[in-house]
């Protein structure tokens, strides 16, 4: 089993930045992937960024260039850092890690005011 925790969402203005963090516990593989997904109110949820344990990374084209995610092996913690916001960013966060299996946080809403 593992244990998602996330944090750092919250109300933003238009332009504005936020940082999201997801701490991960429990039964962690050193070769597995954590990334950040997104679901606004009546819509699916989809990926926003992504990165393997060796570093690579994956984002969703609406976020390239405004969003960066990292990830600290040593902490099991992945970020996301969100740069000039948009309305269109409103949504709940959630984080994921994958492995053997797939696992969810329990999500993190992100409001951004025009």
């Known amino acids: 089993q593992v244990q998602l925790v996330e944090s750092g969402g919250g109300l933003v203005q238009a332009g504005g930045s936020l940082r999201l963090s997801c701490a991960a516990s429990?039964?962690?593989?050193?070769?597995?992937?954590m990334g950040w997904y997104r679901q606004a109110p009546g819509k699916q949820r989809d990926l926003v960024a992504a990165i393997t344990s060796g570093g690579t990374t994956n984002y969703a084209d609406s976020v390239k260039g405004r969003f960066t995610i990292t990830r600290s092996i040593a902490k099991n913690t992945v970020y996301l850092q969100m740069n000039s916001l948009k309305p269109e960013d409103t949504a709940v966060y959630y984080c994921?890690?994958?492995?053997?299996?797939?696992?969810w946080g329990q999500g993190t809403q992100v409001t951004v005011s025009s």
């Open positions: 994921k890690y994958s492995a053997y299996y797939d696992y």
């Open positions: 429990g039964s962690i593989f050193s070769s597995s992937s």
